[in-house]
Structures are given as structure tokens and as C-alpha cells.
């Protein structure tokens, strides 16, 4: 019993941080406090945490900034929804931390209470630094409310309320009221409207860009001083694919248990262009001055996230089929609603295909993914007057191509042959199913 009460006044000393001795009480064996001193006033070092007063021995775990990608060391708190003392149970979301390329949510590792909180809004925290403390021993409350950790309270010093005598009232005498005849009111001037006024509220905002946004702007930034790009144009008749997928899409989705939609006849197009145009699929290696031709193709797709513009790629398109590439983008496009795209699912690509015509754009040119060599621009389809084999004059169902090359790498006549099979691959879909 003795030994208990010692460690434990031990222990309050050595968090106090001031030294005290013991006496141990005759009738119980109880030690006693009897002598409270203060060596000097206590010296805190480094920047403030969000944390509680915690004994000491408690099973507390730090836990680190997780590894979030080969080439990622570093990553900003964006949004800490808990805090200390707050109970969370496994995978629990504690922070979101943003890096260059994706947003991370770092979730509680098992059940427990939140003691600190090793960061603030907006700080850099580097992978494998200390992120936040956990004492898993903590339990929830009955309710399933969150139970909090609190220090203990220290008692208040008694409040002494000051009493006044009271002193003598005086009472003012009452004022007569005055009787003042209203006088006219003088005729109101005409308002003469300022040349500001005219002009209404002029407000500005600024908002702090996000660590994904600077990563995209450097890089399409880089792109444009990197590769020396030449955009070129095609328009392709969507009419025989829109009715091709207008007979079929019932039984497609019936079958596959996803639609059918545009973007898969695109990706299989180019995977067939990109086979029969190597250099389209290839990359400058500017290390070892040479070309890097590639067998395999991985066709990046830009699609849009809460956080902007993400570019999931995938893998080996040559032998997907329509349901596979479509079942993959649905599957992305929910992740990037969710937040909960990987690295993995971004590294990579060998060629770009970006879609500005589900935004309504007419045309554009849209700017290379380096280290790629290429990237396909889509746009909306429009009906427009053209003349057919016979000519006749015809509303068609047409769509503006653009595709974007390097041409250091890829000269003119290899660019607008791509550009030409993709185009004849979407007018006449029946080229795809004979390899042609």
C-alpha cells in the first residue's frame, strides 16, 4: 500500500515538474505532501499542440504520417474533424492530409480517445513524423456519445463578493415637458447619384490554393516549357455510333450491369491507333537522349473530383474490352466522388484522352501530360450541316477532334494519320470488330 502511494506522488511530482518531500502519516501509512516548492518557473519549448493532461503510463500510441506514394515525402492538413478528447472507433477518419497529387484520409488504426492532436490547419507535416496520440484503453459511453478525456479539475479558489454600503438616492426633479410647435419641414433636395455609387458593390476574395492545384499548375506549366506542342484537327461523324449504341445500350447494360456509354469506343479507337503509330504511345528520355517505345498501352482519363481535375489510368486497354474500360471508369469516376482514389490508380499513362465535351466545349487544345508524348481532346457533339457521299447537304451529329503532340518526338505526318484512324475508327465502329 505504501509503495503504491509512493509511485503514484512520485508521478505527480515528476509531471508537476517541482519538488516536494514525503511523510508518511503513523495511524494509516499514507504518505503526506508536506512541503510544495517551486524550483523555477516551467519552460515550454516549441511550437502549441491541441492535447489534454494525460497520466503517465497510460497505453498512449503516436500515430505517423503514413507513407502516401514512392515520390511524395510531405503532405498539409486540410481538416482535423475530431479533436482531443473526443472517442473514435476503427477507421474512424481523424485527419485529411493534401498532398501534390490526392487527398489522404488518416484514420484511427483501432478504437479509442484522441490525447493530442500534433498539428494545426494548414501546417506541412513530413511522412513518418508524428501525427496524433491515441489512448486505446479509452471506452465510448453507454449512449454511443463520445466520451472525453479530460484533465483532472483543480479547485477553484473561493469567490469573495464585495458588498457596498448604500449611500444615500437623490432624486432629480421632475422636468416639465416642453411644448414646441413642430415647424414644416423644409422641402427635401434633389439626390444627386455619385459616379462610385453607380457603380455598386465591388468585393474580392482570395482563397489559398491547394498543394493539388500549385502540383497542377506547376506541371502544366513545365509541360509548356518542355515540349514543343502542335495541336491538330479532325471532326468525326458520331452518327452510326450513336445509333449503333441507341439499338444496343439496353441489352449492353442488361448483360455487363453497367451502360454503355461514348468514352469506350474512344479508348478502344485510340488503343488501335496508338498499335498502328508507335511514336504516338513513345517518350523522350532527355537523360539518355533516346526514345522509349512502348508495347503496352495505358490510356489516362481525365475525370472531374470535388478537389479538380484527377487522371486515373488504365491499365492495358489493348485487351479490354467495351464493358471492361466502362465498368473501370464508372468504378473511378466513384472514387473520385469519394475522395478515396489511390496513387496507383493515377501513376502512370502512356497517352491522354480528355473529354471538355461533357462541360459543352466546342473546341480546344488541350495541354500534354509529361512525360507523355500525346493527348486526345474530345468536345460536344453538335448537329451541323454537311454533305454526304452523294452529295447531299445533311444534319449530321458531329464532333471536333483535337489531338496535342510533341513534335520533337512525332512529326506532322504521323500526328494527323493517329488523328485520321481514330476519327474513321468512331465513323464507321465496325472497322473496330474487323481490326481495321
Keep these: 500500500m505504501l509503495s503504491y502511494y509512493t509511485t503514484l506522488a512520485r508521478r505527480a511530482v515528476a509531471v508537476g515538474g517541482r519538488r516536494c518531500s514525503l511523510s508518511v502519516a503513523a495511524s494509516c501509512n499514507v504518505p503526506t505532501l508536506t512541503t510544495f516548492t517551486t524550483d523555477a518557473s516551467p519552460t515550454f519549448y516549441g511550437r502549441r499542440h491541441y492535447g489534454t493532461t494525460r497520466w503517465m503510463g497510460m497505453p498512449i500510441k503516436t500515430i505517423e504520417v503514413p507513407t502516401m506514394g514512392d515520390s511524395i515525402t510531405e503532405g498539409t492538413i486540410v481538416d482535423i474533424p475530431v479533436g482531443p478528447g473526443d472517442y473514435v472507433n476503427e477507421d474512424d477518419v481523424v485527419l485529411v492530409l493534401e498532398t501534390d497529387k490526392v487527398s489522404v484520409d488518416v484514420r484511427a488504426p483501432e478504437a479509442g480517445a484522441i490525447v493530442e492532436i500534433m498539428g494545426e490547419v494548414d501546417d506541412v507535416v513530413e511522412v513518418g513524423s508524428g501525427l496524433y496520440r491515441l489512448d486505446t484503453d479509452a471506452v465510448a459511453t453507454a449512449g454511443g456519445g463520445i466520451q472525453k478525456v479530460e484533465a483532472a479539475p483543480t479547485p477553484a479558489a473561493p469567490v469573495v ?172 469516376g466513384q472514387k473520385a466522388k469519394d475522395g478515396t482514389l489511390a496513387l496507383d490508380d493515377m501513376a502512370g499513362g502512356t497517352f491522354t484522352i480528355s473529354n471538355g465535351g461533357v462541360f459543352g466545349s466546342l473546341m480546344g487544345t488541350p495541354i500534354i501530360n509529361q512525360p507523355q508524348s500525346a493527348i486526345l481532346g474530345m468536345h460536344a457533339t453538335k448537329m451541323r450541316a454537311v454533305v454526304d457521299e452523294k452529295g447531299n447537304v445533311v444534319a449530321r451529329p458531329m464532333m471536333y477532334l483535337a489531338l496535342t503532340y510533341d513534335h520533337r518526338l512525332i512529326d506532322g505526318r504521323e500526328g494527323v494519320t493517329f488523328l485520321k484512324s481514330v476519327a474513321d475508327k468512331i465513323t464507321d465502329p465496325a472497322r473496330l470488330v474487323f481490326d481495321i
Design 161 to 332: 463578493e464585495k458588498v457596498e454600503a448604500p449611500g444615500p438616492v437623490i432624486v432629480a426633479p421632475p422636468t416639465p415637458a416642453s411644448e414646441k410647435k413642430a415647424s414644416p419641414p423644409s422641402p427635401a433636395l434633389p439626390v444627386m447619384e455619385s459616379v462610385a455609387t453607380s457603380l455598386g458593390n465591388r468585393p474580392e476574395r482570395r482563397s489559398k490554393m491547394s498543394r493539388m492545384r500549385q502540383r497542377v499548375a506547376a506541371r502544366l506549366k513545365e509541360s509548356q516549357n518542355t515540349a514543343a506542342m502542335l495541336t491538330t484537327f479532325q471532326e468525326v461523324d458520331m452518327g452510326n455510333f450513336i445509333e449503333m449504341r441507341h439499338r444496343h445500350k439496353d441489352e449492353f447494360q442488361k448483360k455487363h450491369g453497367v451502360k454503355l456509354g461514348f468514352m469506350s469506343v474512344f479508348v478502344k479507337a485510340a488503343t488501335s491507333a496508338l498499335q498502328e503509330v508507335p511514336a504516338i504511345n513513345a517518350y523522350i528520355d532527355d537523360e539518355a537522349k533516346e526514345i522509349v517505345y512502348r508495347d503496352y498501352c495505358d490510356i489516362s482519363v481525365a475525370v472531374a473530383s470535388p478537389n479538380g481535375l484527377v487522371v486515373p489510368v488504365l491499365r492495358n486497354t489493348e485487351f479490354m474490352s467495351f464493358a471492361d474500360v466502362e465498368r473501370t471508369i464508372a468504378l473511378f
